[in-house]
Every structure is written in C-alpha cells, then in structure tokens.
C-alpha cells in the first residue's frame, strides 16, 4: 500500500533515467574514536536494525561499542590505503563518481538529461 502511495503522487518523467551512486559509509579513520562513531552512526539507524529502539540502544552502547571499535579498526588498518588515508571504499565510490562524471561530460556536455 505505502508503496502505491509513494508512486501515485510522483511526477512522470517521460525517457530519463536515473543513477544513484551511494555506500552504506566507512570511519573517517582506523582508530578506535572514529570506528566506534561510524558503528555507533550506522548501527543506530532504525532502517539497518529493526527490533525495539530501546533495548537495541543499551545493547549497542553498553556492550557493542566497547569492544567491536577496536577488533573492527584493526582489520580496517589492514585493508586502509594509508598513503591516501582513506578506507577502500571511499576511495572506489569516489573513483566512480569521477568515472560517472566523466561519462556525463562526455556525452551529455556536463549536463544529466
């Protein structure tokens, strides 16, 4: 039903297409602050955990996020691209983009039709 709601009231646009470009996010960085704000962020979102609110908020708080920051940021200063400071994924959704971009330029004159 929500979804026939969703359709209903959105404009037709007749031969486009659309392209979304998005990850689910990466820490800023490998250490134990900034994986514990990224897990604390992602796991806190209600659409990536769905049970009760409550009980799920004392669950990550009290024992997810006092232990999972630091085994969580050592595998990722495994995989870290340390001479770019970014984690993998960043790097490649940003190269995609660039790549993306560069299509857009080239076909359509910078322009998305």
Do not use: C
């Not at 940021?73 to 993998?88: C, L, R, V």
Request: aromatic content about 12%; overall charge positive.
């Amino acid at each position: 039903m929500l979804d026939n709601m969703l359709h209903t009231n959105h404009p037709k646009v007749p031969n486009k297409i659309g392209t979304l470009l998005l990850n689910l996010g990466t820490p800023d960085n490998y250490d134990y602050f900034a994986v514990r704000r990224y897990l604390k962020e992602f796991l806190s979102d209600k659409r990536v955990i769905e049970v009760n609110y409550i009980l799920w908020q004392i669950i990550l708080n009290l024992f997810i996020l006092t232990s999972r920051p630091r085994a969580t940021g050592g595998k990722y200063k495994k995989i870290w691209f340390h001479d770019k400071n970014e984690s993998p994924l960043r790097y490649y959704t940003k190269q995609q983009a660039k790549k993306f971009q560069q299509i857009i330029d080239t076909k359509h004159n910078g322009v998305i039709v």
